[in-house]
T-cell receptor, first 114, second 111 residues
Framework: KAGVTQTPRYLIKTRGQQVTLSCSPI?????VSWYQQTPGQGLQFLFE???????NKGNFPGRFSGRQFSNSRSEMNVSTLELGDSALYLC?????????????FGPGTRLTVT | GEDVEQSLFLSVREGDSSVINCTYT??????LYWYKQEPGAGLQLLTY?????DMKQDQRLTVLLNKKDKHLSLRIADTQTGDSAIYFC???????????FGQGTTLQVKP
């Protein structure tokens, strides 16, 4: 079974631009979560999508948004990029069966904002 | 609110046992997890424990849970250089429906 894939793996953008990152979950997984990882703040939860609906949201500004398609693939978008948005963005998928939340992570997208 | 704390660094010699500790605050946590992150990679789920268990063993890994003290530990027996990585503990909070991660413990294994 293929793992979680994320594209692109690396991205360089300038301040003020916007960016869209993509995540393809493991086949059969309907839950997709996004995390931001930085050296200073660690791993922070951005949001979770389940069956095309945002089920949970972290404490990030409205510049961070996401969506999920009917095939469970997910995208996240960051508008008006700031230098502080430079981070590794990780996507994770899970079956989410019976309250057991076993997440499988992709390799991440390394975003650098200059 | 939820908070997960870990020590930041642990150094051991190859062949020794490593013990990585974690404390959490959310008493509604149902599952607790250990993840491993190698340089340039995403997170790999190592093992998990359900909150009504005290211990779980999985080959070289032993997870101990003290629910009263909200303390979780991961013991790696016969630590190898390939075990060098960052280890994250995480709790799933049934209150918020979120997976909350600690800041990660860097394990350095010296040959």
């Amino acid at each position: 079974k293929a793992g979680v894939t994320q594209t692109p793996r690396y991205l360089i953008k300038t301040r003020g631009q916007q960016v869209t990152l993509s995540c393809s979950p493991i086949s059969g997984h309907r839950s997709v979560s996004w995390y931001q990882q930085t050296p200073g703040q660690g791993l922070q939860f951005l949001f979770e999508y389940f069956s095309e609906t945002q089920r949970n949201k972290g404490n990030f500004p409205g510049r961070f948004s996401g969506r999920q398609f009917s095939n469970s693939r997910s995208e996240m978008n960051v508008s008006t990029l700031e230098l502080g948005d430079s981070a590794l963005y990780l996507c994770a998928s899970s079956l989410d069966v019976g309250g057991f939340y076993e997440q499988y992570f992709g390799p991440g997208t390394r975003l650098t904002v200059t | 609110g939820e908070d997960v704390e870990q020590s930041l660094f642990l150094s051991v010699r190859e062949g020794d046992s490593s013990v990585i500790n974690c404390t959490y605050t959310d008493s509604s946590s149902t599952y607790l997890y250990w993840y491993k992150q190698e340089p340039g990679a995403g997170l790999q789920l190592l093992t998990y424990i359900f909150s009504n268990m005290d211990m779980k063993q999985d080959q070289r890994l032993t997870v101990l849970l003290n629910k009263k003290d909200k303390h979780l530990s991961l013991r790696i027996a016969d630590t190898q250089t390939g075990d060098s990585a960052i280890y994250f503990c995480a709790e799933f909070s049934s209150n918020t429906g979120k997976l909350i991660f600690g800041q990660g413990t860097t394990l350095q294994v010296k040959p």
